[in-house]
């Protein structure tokens, strides 16, 4: 659910690519890290993708995003890539 959300965040030229995620849990809560690659046309398109993320609200069934965070942002041939991290936990 958290590929399909920021897939439609990023627009329809976008490649999103999930990394392998980690389980995480709390002393309260359980949940997952995740890691995933965004591909963008230009630096426009990253640009707008980026604006607002952290306050960004997605709806995730069964899950809360706990938090979200550009964690690299690189040229690549067709245009950027874009490093997310996101860490969602489990709705009790």
Do not use: K, Y
């Amino acid at each position: 659910m958290l590929i399909a959300a920021l897939a439609a965040r990023a627009g329809p030229a976008a490649q999103v690519r999930a990394l392998p995620s980690q389980s995480w849990a709390s002393a309260t809560f359980a949940g997952e890290r995740h890691r995933l690659e965004i591909g963008l046309p230009d630096a426009g398109a990253a640009d707008v993708f980026q604006a607002g993320l952290a306050d960004a609200e997605f709806s995730l069934r069964g899950h809360l995003l706990a938090d979200i965070a550009i964690a690299g942002r690189r040229a690549v041939p067709a245009g950027l890539l874009i490093e997310v991290e996101a860490l969602t936990i489990e709705e009790s």
